[in-house]
């Protein structure tokens, strides 16, 4: 099995605001970077971004280390919310109180199954040569010219997304 460091960034001017995400790809001697990024988003949603889009450019199974600095990412993960998320409706807690961005957290557990995950926590701006690069990728993207439209995103801030999405309208996303 091949064995991918992935490691990732999100970044938001403004939360929210224009957002962008970075992904840096190693196998052996290969290399892949990854960017893009929206209009207007949160940095979350970036985070979990480009996790996505870094599993999504993978072959075939792997086994993959995701570096990131995101505790949402991270902890939602490996402590198991994410999955009770989903299978409680896309609610957090028996209050009934929704979890937030589950359009990504759909897509992002989807592709952690087709994968042996191993996660790793950097700290942010601390040095870390990958780390920095998916910083520089992010903040580059957002930036960008004629960012498209995180139709999920502008859909619950409007109020007019399905409802497990549009319960989820305050706080970040």
């Known amino acids: 099995m091949k064995?991918?460091?992935?490691?990732?960034?999100?970044?938001?001017?403004?939360?929210?605001?224009?957002?962008?995400?970075g992904v840096v790809l190693l196998?052996?001697?290969?290399?892949?970077?990854?960017?893009?990024?929206?209009?207007?988003?949160?940095?979350n949603r970036m985070e979990l971004l480009a996790v996505?889009?870094?599993?999504?450019?993978?072959?075939?199974?792997?086994?993959?280390?995701?570096?990131?600095?995101?505790?949402?990412?991270l902890d939602a993960l490996?402590?198991?919310?994410a999955r009770r998320w989903r299978e409680n409706g896309w609610r957090r807690n028996r209050k009934g109180e929704p979890a937030v961005n589950p359009d990504m957290w759909t897509r992002l557990l989807e592709l952690c199954d087709r994968h042996e995950m191993r996660y790793q926590w950097v700290k942010g701006h601390a040095g870390d040569v990958e780390n920095?690069?998916?910083?520089?990728?992010?903040?580059?993207?957002?930036?960008?010219?004629?960012?498209?439209?995180?139709d999920e995103?502008?859909?619950t801030e409007r109020g007019t997304a399905p409802s497990f999405f549009g319960a989820a309208r305050q706080g970040q996303r």
Do not use: Q
């Open 153 to 155: 995103y502008e859909r």
């Open 132 to 150: 920095e690069r998916c910083d520089a990728l992010s903040t580059a993207a957002l930036a960008g010219p004629n960012l498209p439209i995180d």
């Open 27 to 43: 196998y052996g001697e290969h290399r892949k970077e990854l960017c893009g990024g929206y209009r207007r988003t949160t940095n």
């Open 78 to 81: 490996t402590k198991g919310w």
């Open 52 to 73: 996505i889009k870094g599993l999504e450019a993978l072959n075939g199974r792997c086994r993959v280390t995701l570096y990131s600095d995101s505790k949402y990412v």
């Open 3 to 21: 064995e991918v460091m992935l490691y990732t960034d999100g970044a938001c001017s403004g939360n929210p605001g224009p957002g962008g995400f």
